[in-house]
């Protein structure tokens, strides 16, 4: 056997000396997820549908907007660096990032702002959030780093909503075709989707801000709560930041390898009733119904005790909550009394149509079982979601009651649509309404969401349920994923393993 020369075999040991640059044992952190989601959207532009699954999966991701929100809920800037509002509110200008490009290369500048907005505002928009664009009258492009929004009126809002979903960039040789090739300036670009199985993004190594620690990430849809589970404990998803199971969190609490964080949301569960329609166009009857509803046993049957009952459209996280909870007491006497008053002294049958999700089932079935103690028949109607219910009761108004979680954050203002599915209309409410998004004082603003808190609380276009907790489950060596969610989001950006 040939030896080593004496120099090189010092040089060894003192290589074998040297300290690894990983502890004993370490491994490389992983730098790919595996998300697991109950609903798969049908498309990826959440500029043209409302699902809060779309904005699950691109928001941050793929697609981002002049503003952000974070996992506070404060407003940061994102693609505009900075802005001024004039003194009368009307005109907002805004700086605009320099540097961006889109995932097919086409540079973010002024004019292609220019494009989202006049998309979203046009007479052609589908946006789901188009209302909150009417009051941008022009919007002018001095230079492309400058874009200037000419408003109708002062808009209190405005910056807000520019952070939502529906308000993303998009670059315009794509806009048509987001909705299964989504085009972006964001960190991720699509790589693959296998309708109902799963959707898979990787990271752009020509990002033009930071580059996140994951390489990529895998969505995979999974319906069924039991399976959720059975792939958490498996190990086949790394981690559920919504998981359907409640009733099992106490369980998975016990795996040592599992963090189980619960937190706040905006997803606000409602039984809608359609005022279109008898015997529901009459507020005695609606009044009826709520004095029938115990919001804690609907709260422990239908997501095992999770959750915060609520009297209107607001939850307790956002700014100027009115606590209305106690506003209509559960009173089953009482009800059956104003029904009586109302020209249905021996109750009324009449159907809800259920999205086929866990909460919205066992919600059904809890009020199902109250209301027939005031000799109302309810007559539970599964409906596929988001297809099928977005087109017969969104769109189609073809329902009596339904039940969905509104997730956007501060949307009271769908039931001042005139074409929203509830049918409601008030002007009391319209006007009260349009004066807190016009009124640029944050006292006098809120002060004014809370009256218009109280309208619904008095008219009840819908039962008011509860609040869903965030339910996340994942992995312990993951940091970065949101404990709170002000918007429905899996924000990637700065999730990462631990070693």
């Given at each position: 056997m040939a030896l080593l020369p004496r120099w090189r075999l010092a040089l060894a040991a003192l290589v074998l000396a040297l300290p690894s640059s990983l502890p004993a044992g370490a491994q490389t952190p992983r730098d790919d997820i595996r998300i697991a989601m109950s609903i798969e959207p049908a498309g990826l532009d959440p500029t043209a549908a409302a699902p809060a699954a779309i904005g699950q999966i691109v928001w941050q991701n793929v697609f981002q907007g002049l503003t952000r929100i974070d996992e506070n809920g404060q407003i940061l800037p994102q693609l505009a660096t900075d802005w001024t509002v004039s003194d009368e509110g009307r005109t907002v200008s805004f700086t605009l990032r320099e540097g961006v490009r889109f995932s097919n290369g086409v540079a973010f500048d002024a004019s292609t702002a220019r494009f989202s907005i006049d998309r979203a505002r046009g007479d052609g928009s589908t946006n789901p959030q188009k209302q909150f664009f009417t009051k941008i009258q022009a919007v002018e492009t001095p230079d492309p780093r400058t874009l200037v929004l000419r408003l109708s009126e002062p808009s209190g809002d405005l910056l807000t909503h520019l952070g939502w979903p529906a308000a993303v960039m998009v670059e315009p040789s794509s806009a048509e075709t987001n909705r299964s090739a989504p085009v972006g300036t964001g960190p991720y670009r699509l790589a693959e989707w296998r309708p109902g199985d799963r959707?898979?993004?990787?990271?752009?190594?020509?990002?033009?801000?930071?580059?996140?620690?994951?390489?990529?990430?895998?969505?995979?849809?999974?319906?069924?709560?039991?399976?959720?589970?059975?792939?958490?404990?498996?190990?086949?998803?790394?981690?559920?930041?919504?998981?359907?199971?409640?009733?099992?969190?106490?369980?998975?609490r016990r795996e040592e390898r599992l963090a189980v964080v619960i937190g706040d949301t905006e997803l606000k569960v409602v039984a809608g009733m359609n005022e279109r329609r008898k015997p529901f166009d009459d507020t005695r009857v609606r009044?009826?119904?709520?004095?029938?509803?115990?919001?804690?046993?609907?709260?422990?049957?239908?997501?095992?005790?999770?959750?915060?009952?609520?009297?209107?459209?607001?939850?307790?996280?956002?700014?100027?909550?009115?606590?209305?909870?106690?506003?209509?007491?559960?009173?089953?006497?009482?009800?059956?009394?104003?029904?009586?008053?109302?020209?249905?002294?021996?109750?009324?049958?009449?159907?809800?149509?259920?999205?086929?999700?866990?909460?919205?089932?066992?919600?059904?079935?809890?009020?199902?079982?109250?209301?027939?103690?005031?000799?109302?028949?309810?007559?539970?109607?599964?409906?596929?979601?988001?297809?099928?219910?977005?087109?017969?009761?969104?769109?189609?108004?073809?329902?009596?009651?339904?039940?969905?979680?509104?997730?956007?954050?501060?949307?009271?203002?769908?039931?001042?649509?005139?074409?929203?599915?509830?049918?409601?209309?008030?002007?009391?409410?319209?006007?009260?309404?349009?004066?807190?998004?016009?009124?640029?004082?944050?006292?006098?603003?809120?002060?004014?969401?809370?009256?218009?808190?109280?309208?619904?609380?008095?008219?009840?276009?819908?039962?008011?349920?509860?609040?869903?907790?965030?339910?996340?489950?994942?992995?312990?060596?993951?940091?970065?994923?949101?404990?709170?969610?002000?918007?429905?989001?899996?924000?990637?950006?700065?999730?990462?393993?631990?070693?």
């Amino acid at each position: 056997m040939a030896l080593l020369p004496r120099w090189r075999l010092a040089l060894a040991a003192l290589v074998l000396a040297l300290p690894s640059s990983l502890p004993a044992g370490a491994q490389t952190p992983r730098d790919d997820i595996r998300i697991a989601m109950s609903i798969e959207p049908a498309g990826l532009d959440p500029t043209a549908a409302a699902p809060a699954a779309i904005g699950q999966i691109v928001w941050q991701n793929v697609f981002q907007g002049l503003t952000r929100i974070d996992e506070n809920g404060q407003i940061l800037p994102q693609l505009a660096t900075d802005w001024t509002v004039s003194d009368e509110g009307r005109t907002v200008s805004f700086t605009l990032r320099e540097g961006v490009r889109f995932s097919n290369g086409v540079a973010f500048d002024a004019s292609t702002a220019r494009f989202s907005i006049d998309r979203a505002r046009g007479d052609g928009s589908t946006n789901p959030q188009k209302q909150f664009f009417t009051k941008i009258q022009a919007v002018e492009t001095p230079d492309p780093r400058t874009l200037v929004l000419r408003l109708s009126e002062p808009s209190g809002d405005l910056l807000t909503h520019l952070g939502w979903p529906a308000a993303v960039m998009v670059e315009p040789s794509s806009a048509e075709t987001n909705r299964s090739a989504p085009v972006g300036t964001g960190p991720y670009r699509l790589a693959e989707w296998r309708p109902g199985d799963r959707l898979r993004l990787e990271r752009i190594e020509t990002y033009w801000g930071p580059a996140p620690a994951l390489r990529e990430a895998e969505f995979r849809f999974i319906s069924d709560p039991q399976a959720q589970a059975a792939a958490l404990r498996s190990g086949a998803v790394d981690a559920i930041p919504e998981f359907g199971a409640p009733e099992l969190v106490e369980d998975l609490r016990r795996e040592e390898r599992l963090a189980v964080v619960i937190g706040d949301t905006e997803l606000k569960v409602v039984a809608g009733m359609n005022e279109r329609r008898k015997p529901f166009d009459d507020t005695r009857v609606r009044r009826a119904l709520m004095m029938a509803v115990d919001r804690a046993a609907v709260i422990e049957g239908a997501w095992a005790g999770f959750g915060t009952p609520i009297g209107s459209h607001y939850t307790p996280n956002d700014p100027g909550y009115v606590d209305l909870a106690n506003h209509v007491p559960y009173d089953p006497q009482a009800a059956k009394r104003l029904l009586a008053e109302a020209g249905y002294p021996n109750g009324f049958e009449t159907t809800i149509r259920t999205p086929q999700m866990a909460y919205a089932t066992r919600s059904a079935e809890v009020l199902q079982a109250l209301l027939a103690e005031i000799g109302v028949t309810l007559r539970i109607v599964p409906t596929e979601f988001p297809a099928v219910w977005v087109d017969q009761v969104l769109k189609g108004h073809d329902f009596d009651m339904t039940i969905v979680a509104h997730a956007e954050p501060l949307d009271i203002g769908i039931y001042a649509r005139p074409d929203y599915y509830f049918g409601y209309r008030n002007p009391r409410f319209d006007e009260t309404l349009a004066q807190a998004e016009r009124t640029l004082d944050e006292e006098d603003r809120l002060a004014l969401y809370g009256d218009a808190q109280r309208i619904l609380a008095d008219d009840l276009p819908a039962l008011y349920l509860f609040v869903m907790p965030k339910l996340g489950i994942w992995d312990k060596r993951l940091t970065g994923l949101w404990s709170d969610e002000p918007i429905p989001a899996n924000d990637l950006t700065a999730v990462r393993w631990q070693p």
